[in-house]
């Protein structure tokens, strides 16, 4: 009974290196969603999949981060460049079907990334 | 646009006494979703509960309870008799139906002091 996995648990990386942090979602999702956490503040929405369409991207906070999800399965989310301020916790979720009424968000884990 | 907001940034309490988390939420959506999480420590997000904008009946679970009003947008928490354990950051958090992300506040930091 696995549920959302994320990998690496904690990166460190160098100011302006790339980054790339990878989300297993629970198998048969079809939704998949990635938060950004900042130290001390509540999870913050980047992007939405519904299977292999990236439906929303209103939250990624600037052209150097991407992600993707190109067999609607597992995501990656790739910061291109990184600042101190993408230091935070990025939180992957998951839910098995969009439809009208609540589909449960299912979370992992995190990835905690500190940029120096 | 949909906002939630906790105005409490942090609370101590000595353990067994009752504590309630307050929430505000700001939503033009008639049907909306209500959470509330707790992240421990250890970070991970801890699924609390849930409520549908139609259901405004008062929820009870052992020593947590949950009060729902409409009237005045607030979705509060009380934790009775706490316990160290209970200790950590709890967030309040809406959703809407047709567009699923959730909409955190930006938390309570709850401190049970022995």
């Known amino acids: 009974g696995a549920g959302v996995s994320q990998s690496p648990r904690y990166k460190v990386a160098k100011r302006g290196q790339d980054v790339a942090l990878r989300c297993d979602p629970i198998?048969?999702?079809?939704?998949l969603f990635w938060y950004q956490q900042a130290l001390g503040q509540g999870p913050e929405f980047l992007t939405y999949?519904?299977?292999?369409?990236?439906?929303?991207k209103s939250g990624l906070p600037s052209d150097r981060f991407f992600a993707e999800r190109p067999e609607g399965s597992v995501s990656t989310l790739k910061i291109q460049r990184t600042q101190q301020e993408d230091s935070a916790v990025y939180l992957c979720?998951?839910?098995?079907?969009?439809?009208?009424?609540?589909?449960?968000?299912?979370f992992g884990p995190g990835t905690r990334l500190t940029v120096l | 646009a949909q906002k939630v907001t906790q105005a409490q940034t942090e609370i101590s309490v000595v353990e067994k006494e009752d504590v309630t988390l307050d929430c505000v939420y700001e939503?033009?959506?008639?049907?909306?979703?209500l959470f509330w999480y707790k992240q421990p420590p250890s970070g991970e997000l801890v699924f609390l509960i849930r409520?549908?904008?139609?259901?405004?009946q008062n929820e009870i679970s052992g020593r947590y309870s949950w009060n729902f009003q409409k009237s005045t947008s607030s979705f509060n928490f009380t934790i009775t008799a706490s316990q160290v354990v209970d200790s950590a950051v709890y967030f309040c958090?809406?959703?809407?139906?047709?567009?699923?992300?959730?909409?955190f506040g930006k938390g309570t930091r709850l401190h049970i002091l022995p």
């Open positions: 409520r549908n904008s139609f259901d405004e």
């Open positions: 939503t033009r959506d008639t049907t909306y979703y």
């Open positions: 999949f519904q299977n292999e369409a990236q439906l929303d």
């Open positions: 979720a998951s839910s098995l079907v969009v439809a009208e009424g609540y589909n449960e968000q299912f």
């Open positions: 198998s048969g999702h079809v939704s």
């Open positions: 958090a809406l959703s809407g139906v047709r567009d699923d992300k959730i909409i």
